[in-house]
């Protein structure tokens, strides 16, 4: 199994530039999270999904959306960048019944 | 809210030397406690984990016990290696009456560095 993908696994933005972080998981988990990890910090929660077409705010939520429209993919959107948003993204799933959360291997974006 | 606080790093330490990073955690309802650790370049990948008071948590020598009355799961292995060289977070989940959707509270990490 592949587990948790993301991509990209890098990339740099101007500020006031769009993109979607991609991710994927093939494990069959309603859970799904979105984190931004910063230097020195732990992860910080941006949102998450408790299934398809079911999302809510995590701790860190201003200048990103998500949405659902499956079980497998969760991508997450940044509109205008700014340079507060350069940081490591991982993101993560898991299966009812379990707190194990299962990470992807990360995007690391800046913004310039 | 809930939190948790780990000992500040960077810890460095001589190959089989004794490891203790230590975690306090602040939690409304009935915690899960995890290690997770982060690998130079990777995700992050659970170590070890207790689900209730007075559990031990154990994983490749690692070690972790649930202390509700100290609110700690400090993390301990007896000779560390030079593989062991990563970043370490301590985290917590309530069960809450299912409005947490077992979301992660991190602490802030500790960066481990063992020579040989």
């Known amino acids: 199994n592949a587990g948790v993908t993301q991509t990209p696994k890098f990339r740099i933005l101007k500020i006031g530039q769009s993109m979607t972080l991609q991710c994927a998981q093939d494990?069959?988990?309603?859970?799904m999270y979105w984190y931004r990890q910063d230097p020195g910090m732990g992860l910080k929660l941006i949102y998450y999904?408790?299934?398809?077409?079911?999302?809510d705010k995590g701790e860190v939520p201003n200048g990103y959306n998500v949405s659902r429209s499956t079980t497998e993919d969760f991508p997450l959107r940044l509109e205008l960048a700014a340079p507060s948003q350069t940081s490591v993204y991982f993101c993560?799933?898991?299966?009812?019944?379990?707190?194990?959360?299962?990470f992807g291997p990360g995007t690391r974006l800046t913004v310039t | 809210g809930d939190s948790v606080t780990q000992m500040e790093g960077p810890v460095t330490l001589s190959e089989e030397a004794f490891l203790t990073i230590n975690c306090t955690y602040t939690?409304?309802?009935?915690?899960?406690l995890f290690w997770y650790v982060q690998y130079p370049g990777e995700g992050l990948q659970l170590l070890l984990k207790?689900?209730?008071?007075?559990d031990k948590g154990s994983n490749k020598g690692f070690e972790a016990t649930y202390r509700k009355e100290t609110t700690s799961f400090h993390l301990e292995k007896g000779s560390v290696q030079v593989s062991d060289s990563a970043v370490y977070f301590c985290?917590?989940?309530?069960?809450?009456?299912?409005?947490?959707?077992?979301?992660?509270?991190f602490g802030q990490g500790t960066i481990l560095t063992v020579h040989p």
């Open positions: 993560a799933s898991r299966g009812a019944g379990g707190y194990e959360q299962y």
């Open positions: 494990m069959n988990h309603n859970y």
């Open positions: 999904s408790v299934g398809a077409g079911i999302t």
């Open positions: 939690a409304t309802g009935y915690p899960s």
């Open positions: 207790a689900t209730k008071a007075d």
């Open positions: 985290a917590l989940s309530v069960n809450a009456g299912g409005t947490s959707y077992g979301k992660l509270t």
